[in-house]
């Protein structure tokens, strides 16, 4: 039996199958996307695949959990705010060139992401004292009032 690819499969899924969910995240602006769930079976143990749509990305997010208990509110909410911890450290780790950080000493990857927090959270206290800057990403931090040449 054929089973067709994921977006392939999402595409094909009738309007009927879709169920809104409204998400109670005061800041997001979007707040009712639709989620399709189905069992799936991976490695002999059952999984809840959920596929999510109108999250405000182009392409359809699609979650895959073992927890079989907790609401698709509540699963949409812990994906936002780990992606939002994700971010921040992928950004953390462009901006601070963590592949040069310790690797010539030969030190462990795991002190490495420790060096990393440690400096993503010094620069996030230095820009919540920055008026304008209390959301701004490490690169922006440092580009604007720290690589900025003194005036002449």
Same mark, same amino acid.
């Given at each position: 039996m054929f089973l067709?690819?994921? #977006?392939?499969?999402?595409? #094909? %899924?009738?309007?009927?199958?879709w169920r809104r969910v409204s998400l109670e995240v005061p800041a997001r602006k979007f707040k009712t996307p639709r989620v399709f769930e189905q069992p799936v079976a991976l490695a002999g143990a059952t999984f809840r695949q959920l596929f999510v749509m109108d999250l405000g990305h182009e392409e359809p997010t699609i979650l895959l959990t073992n927890d079989p208990h907790t609401n698709h509110a509540e699963l949409l909410t812990r994906y936002a705010q780990r992606m939002l911890i994700e971010n921040a450290l992928? &950004? /953390? *780790?462009?901006?601070? $060139?963590?592949? /040069? %950080?310790?690797? =010539? *000493?030969? %030190?462990k990857l795991d002190f490495d992401m420790a060096l990393l927090v440690i400096a993503s959270g010094l620069y996030r206290l230095l820009a919540r004292r920055m008026r304008g800057h209390a959301e701004a990403q =490490? !690169? $922006?931090?440092? !580009? &604007?009032?720290? &690589?900025?040449?003194?005036p002449t």
């Open positions: 067709p690819a994921p #977006l392939t499969e999402i595409e #094909l %899924l009738p309007p009927s199958a992928s &950004d /953390a *780790v462009r901006f601070f $060139h963590m592949e /040069a %950080l310790s690797s =010539a *000493v030969g %030190l =490490a !690169r $922006h931090i440092f !580009r &604007d009032p720290i &690589d900025t040449p003194p």
